[in-house]
């Protein structure tokens, strides 16, 4: 690229993210980038990295984390609004050293174990912590993507979260407010992670991923990102993502790899494709408050499986056939052709 | 749809209204989670978008459709507008809410436009400690770089805070570290805390907090929360004990209605016949 | 509303916009808010208004343009990314006084007669013009939509625009750039039109709006204005809204009014309902160029027609089979039901 | 991805390809639209993301897909992503684009996340005027307060200019009224002119401006185009004298190879073959 170094900006020379050096992209033409969720960490997440992890609630990219669980990554950052079960997994196996998010729970469902022992009490060691709102979160992965200095929001007037975190400051608004005086606002910096892994209910081999219900903040995180792993219940023909282009969340340009992982969103769910695990959510605060049998659950179904096929087959088919749901179709609509 | 001022019950302590009867339908056959939800019910009246958690926000929110706001909209965090659930859901993000809504929005555009647009008239939100500005704490107890406990934060709280025309509370305990002087953190500011920070709010805050004692109330910047409204048989040095600041108590102090028999069978048998919610 | 006006901020009071004092607004569950178009532009369009027409060569509501030209609205400010022949013919009309856009110009057929003339040679009058480049148009919506008091892009540096604008202006950023030193980046400021018009596929009676193919700037546009009038093919049962929640672009609490208006976005066309009409486009820049024609022209096919049925009418049943399209179904999805 | 900063063209003037056949390739049955479309499509080798309008744009996206660059993906300002059209389109926006399209995406997203994000390779732009430093007027010819003729003004031109990591510009005159030292206004500004207002540029700028006459190419920040090719039986003193500024001209000036016949049979077989814009 014939860009002067010095005067790019934002994520550091996107240019080189589809450069073909990683030997997983482009050049031929229609791509294929499907790859193994261990061949995808083994490449795109390295000891020390930013790491996204998204879904809101629904398709949470939990296989994506197991992965990197066995892999032994070290001293990640993770960057995740909803710092929930995956988040207390891979806290308690060790992998993470810094934490940027705006909610750390168990859902609606009670505490994180893990997590409140390394910041309440840095047990096993010192968790950082950088702390913001849902739209702050929100508002640093729009900052990332289009490659802004900052992203303007109304919140944080009087909290003391500024005080928390020094990454969140004010700008003096150049236009005069309603009452013809100087107006301020907090803004949030961009978030450019090393790599982003959404999970997705379909995709193209190139990696046009199409999502359906909640679709949260994940086209935001994969746009923001260096590179950008999507996980998907299933990958389709060319002409099923075709028949509807509008559904397609993410296209193919943002994406650099596609992992095939059914039911990789456990115990989160897919609309459409198996429903939200609620039991396992619920037992997971006395599991996380019990170090032992954390370390346990980590041994027997993450270490002790060999992927998430394994882990899926561990639970069984009548486990499986209760989380199923039925049919509920969108009616098609005409995109028209020319006649 | 303005409520007067100090006034936010139904029943004021001074009419003719059946208050003797109404305090015996408040008899121990109705469960706290009844009580709160069909009081917070009626302060909807009205309202025509409400941003909600699951639980007793949307017991209120649910029964306030079938009641005195017919034509209120339930807003969920997720991303659900319009929804028409065939099972009550157990999250914001459950796959019955989305199932049959009328849209699913990105987040950016539930929070940017949505909320932050000034769409929506109410939101509820919980928290650990509130004070007499109605600002809120939801993410720490002790100090924050090692907290006694570590709470969930704001999630969207903070938002809701700044940008709903109004927000209603919804506590279960009512003491005094819940009600307290000094918040440990404060997570979601109020537009007093907002203004003094230099930043103009959109909304007026906290203007209702709904507890099994009564009500508190205030209407928008530069106002504390009064007592405004008790429940039968609670007076007004009740609750300022339970209270951890010196809580001021209105003028026209008025006495809540207990849930009438057709609220308590609507919330029984139309919005949530599993009792799920309502323990 | 109980809040102190003293602090509220953006769109004047947006809860104005639905407090049921202009007799079309909900109260009653589910609100019924088809209108005819006379109605629609009766009730929302008054002299001096900022209208926004939003559509992006695709659904441009052109019914709504021809509606305000017959109802004779003057003084108005249009707010239209890509200012085209329904503009020429407002300006023609002499609806506008004000012109709020980034592109001037017949698509790629040709010149606007009218515009130029108003322009270059003040004939008959000035236009007051106040020009962007698209996406400081969309960044405008945004911020309205969003209530921010002003949006960053990474536009304009080096541009004469800022020398003819006085809007555009430069904020400096309180985060370091890439290089360590303080960094400044244009921003633009919110638009938030009196009124502003969509044309859709279809919506229901409450206002819950779907839309495929190009989607352009229309949810931002309506979301940033403190009325919103949505123009549909047609209005369709809830079931058919409801099968397909991700497809509602414009939720019905953003919707003041429905007004259901087939082929109203002719010249322009509706993904699956009826193609462009690009004969009339190349056809346009003569038409315009004379003012005796444009007039005549006016004077046929606007205020010589009652409505747009009149106008679609009359332009026959033949010319309309030309315009056809033929089928291309999206394919259904599954949004599962619990069992 | 690199290409030789002064050498953009196939055959080097002093190489030993056979540009006797190659100027005879270039007789007048070879149309404008062919030769430039041909030119530009090679300049597209390797490139994975072009941001094109119609016309010579997509021309040349289209050979360079089917040649040079098989990955190449065409993306419209109207947010339209791999589109597979069944007819040839008449606009950015043309029906046919959106049926069959891998993607179609809301105008902020294509505008924010994808050009202003990085993801576009090339952008092509036409001008009015262009300037040595590849700055271009799409506004107007003479005064903007009171233009001689009023152009259609920016539409996405400013952005693709400031956030493709490089535009190619096809100029069909190459007279020097267009190639001028001054513009009357400056809609799109490359990286200098930005840099001169105190903003970091993202992208390049122009690197090419292919005409009739030849290529004029710069490499980023601080660099004039100069020429670096010249299309057979061109001179050099040609060029200048049909430029309004004092055209620099690259020490390793090269020859430009004519479309070559399967060049000519794609495009007219393949491409466009009822000729809607090889006019």
Same mark, same amino acid.
């Given at each position: 690229m014939a860009v002067e170094s010095a005067v790019t900006n934002g994520p550091a020379d996107r240019t080189d993210r589809t450069d073909g050096t990683d030997g997983t992209r482009r050049g031929d033409s229609p791509a294929d980038k499907t790859v193994t969720m261990r061949e995808a960490v083994a490449a795109y997440v390295h000891d020390g990295d930013t790491v996204s992890l998204e879904g809101f609630t629904h398709l949470i990219p939990t296989a994506a984390g197991h992965e990197i669980i066995r892999q032994g990554r070290r001293d990640l950052t993770v960057v995740r609004m909803t710092a929930d079960i995956v988040v207390d997994q891979m806290l308690a196996a060790g992998c993470v050293s810094r934490l940027v998010s705006s909610f750390v729970g168990n859902s609606s469902a009670g505490s994180l174990g893990e997590l409140r022992r390394r910041v309440e009490h840095a047990d096993p060691e010192p968790l950082a912590f950088e702390e913001y709102s849902h739209y702050g979160m929100i508002c640093r992965y729009i900052a990332g993507a289009q490659r802004l200095p900052f992203y303007p929001l109304r919140s !944080?007037? +009087?909290? $003391?979260?500024?005080?928390?975190?020094?990454?969140?400051?004010? *700008?003096?608004?150049?236009?005069? +407010?309603?009452?013809? /005086?100087?107006?301020?606002? !907090?803004?949030?910096?961009?978030?450019?992670? $090393? *790599?982003?892994?959404?999970?997705?209910?379909?995709? $193209?081999?190139?990696?046009?991923?199409?999502?359906?219900?909640?679709? +949260?903040?994940?086209?935001?995180?994969?746009?923001?990102?260096?590179?950008? *792993?999507?996980?998907?219940? /299933?990958? *389709?023909? $060319?002409e099923v993502v075709r028949s509807d282009p509008n559904r397609t969340l993410i296209p193919a340009h943002a994406v650099d790899a596609v992992v095939v992982c059914p039911r990789g969103a456990h115990p989160s769910f897919a609309q459409g494709y198996y429903d939200r695990d609620n039991a396992f959510y619920r037992s997971w605060s006395a599991i996380s408050k019990d170090k032992e049998r954390l370390t346990a659950w980590l041994a027997e179904w993450v270490h002790g499986t060999a992927d998430h096929a394994e882990y899926v087959a561990k639970l069984g088919e009548e486990f499986w056939e209760g989380l199923a749901v039925g049919e509920a179709m969108s009616r098609p609509v005409n995109y028209g052709r020319r006649l | 749809m303005t409520t007067p001022a100090a006034n936010p019950a139904a029943t004021s302590a001074g009419s003719t209204a059946p208050a003797t009867s109404a305090a015996s339908a408040a008899s121990p056959d109705v469960t706290s989670s009844e009580l709160l939800s069909a009081v917070a019910a009626r302060e909807l009246a009205g309202r025509r978008t409400v941003f909600a958690g699951i639980g007793l926000p949307t017991l209120a929110a649910s029964l306030a459709h079938l009641t005195v706001a017919p034509g209120l909209e339930v807003v969920y965090e997720s991303g659900v507008c319009g929804a028409h659930p065939s099972h009550l859901p157990e999250t914001i993000a459950d796959a019955v809410l989305i199932t049959d809504a009328e849209a699913v929005i990105p987040m950016p555009t539930l929070f940017g436009s949505v909320l932050q647009g000034g769409h929506i008239d109410v939101g509820f939100l919980g928290a650990a400690q509130i004070d007499k500005w109605g600002n809120l704490n939801s993410s720490v107890i002790g100090d924050w770089h090692r907290p006694r406990a570590r709470l969930p934060g704001s999630g969207g709280a903070n938002e809701v805070m700044a940008n709903a025309a109004e927000v209603f509370v919804v506590m279960r305990r009512h003491d005094p570290r819940s009600f307290t002087e000094k918040l440990d953190f404060c997570t979601s500011p109020g537009p007093d805390r907002a203004l003094a920070d230099g930043i103009r709010p959109l909304g007026a805050g906290v203007t209702r907090v709904i507890t099994e004692l009564g009500i508190l109330a205030r209407e928008g910047v530069g106002e504390e929360l009064r007592l405004a409204a008790l429940h039968p048989g609670v007076t007004a040095e009740d609750v300022r004990a339970a209270t951890?600041?010196? &809580?001021?108590?209105?003028?026209? &102090?008025?006495?809540? %209605?207990?849930?009438? %028999?057709? %609220?308590l069978a609507l919330l029984r048998e139309d919005v949530d016949p599993e009792r799920v919610y309502l323990r």
């Open positions: !944080y007037g +009087g909290s $003391d979260l500024p005080g928390v975190n020094p990454a969140l400051r004010k *700008v003096t608004s150049p236009y005069p +407010g309603p009452d013809g /005086e100087s107006e301020e606002i !907090y803004v949030v910096p961009p978030v450019n992670p $090393d *790599v982003t892994f959404v999970h997705a209910q379909r995709a $193209d081999r190139s990696g046009n991923t199409q999502v359906w219900g909640l679709t +949260g903040v994940q086209a935001e995180a994969v746009y923001a990102a260096r590179k950008a *792993v999507v996980v998907v219940e /299933e990958v *389709v023909e $060319d | 951890g600041w010196d &809580l001021q108590v209105a003028g026209d &102090l008025s006495v809540i %209605e207990p849930p009438t %028999e057709s %609220e």
